[in-house]
C-alpha cells in the first residue's frame, strides 16, 4: 500500500514488511518520507513468532528508514523499552551507535510538541540556534519541548559516555 494513500508518517511494529508486494519500493518512500517504524521485537516473537535474522529491522536499518525501538503491552506482557534495547543488543547485535539512534528516533520522530534540536537526522548537525551553546539555543530549547528533550539526552549520552570510559561501572 502506498503511504501517499495512507499519509502515514509511523509504522508500528513493523514486522511484515516481507509480505509487501513491493517491498523495496515501499523501504525508498518510508526513507525519503522519513516515516519511522516502531520495532518490538519481543512483541513480535511471541505474537508472530518472528525473531532474529528473520526480523525486518537490519533491512530498515539498511535502506536508511528511520527507526526506533519499541516496547507495547507492559501491562500485559511485562516487557519494558530495557528489555528491548538488551534484545537488541544480544539478538540482533546492535551497536552502542545503533542504540543511541534508536534512542534519538524515539524523541526526534515522536508527537511531543516542538522543532527538534537536529537540523535534518538525528545525531546530526545541530539547528543554527543551537550549532554554539548560549543564550540563542537556551531560548531555543526553552520554546521547543521537542529539542530540550533531545538536548538532556545528548547531555545523558555524555555523562554515560565519560562513566563507561572512566570504568566507572562495577563488573
Not at 133 to 138: I, K, R
Request: charged share 20%; proline share 2%; hydrophobic share 40%.
Amino acid at each position: 500500500m502506498s503511504l501517499c494513500v495512507v499519509g502515514a508518517s509511523r509504522i508500528g511494529h513493523g514486522y511484515a514488511l516481507r509480505y509487501e508486494k513491493d517491498a523495496r519500493g515501499l523501504l525508498a518512500q518510508m526513507a525519503k518520507k522519513q516515516v519511522m517504524v516502531e520495532i518490538n521485537l519481543s512483541s513480535n516473537e511471541i505474537t508472530t513468532n518472528i525473531r532474529g535474522a528473520e526480523h525486518p529491522l537490519r533491512t530498515y536499518m539498511t535502506a536508511g528508514v528511520p527507526w526506533s525501538l519499541s516496547a507495547d503491552d507492559e501491562g500485559v506482557m511485562r516487557i519494558d523499552l530495557t528489555h528491548e534495547y538488551v534484545r537488541a543488543a544480544t539478538e540482533q547485535n546492535l551497536t552502542y551507535g545503533e542504540l543511541k539512534t534508536s534512542a534519538r528516533n524515539g524523541i526526534h520522530y515522536s508527537f511531543v510538541a516542538g522543532l527538534s534540536l537536529w537540523a535534518a537526522r538525528p545525531g546530526g548537525a545541530k539547528v543554527a540556534a543551537c550549532r554554539q551553546d548560549g543564550q540563542t539555543c537556551e531560548s531555543f530549547l526553552n520554546s521547543n519541548t521537542k529539542a530540550a528533550i533531545e538536548a538532556q539526552l545528548e547531555r545523558e549520552f555524555v555523562r554515560f559516555e565519560a562513566k563507561a570510559a572512566s570504568g566507572g561501572f562495577p563488573n
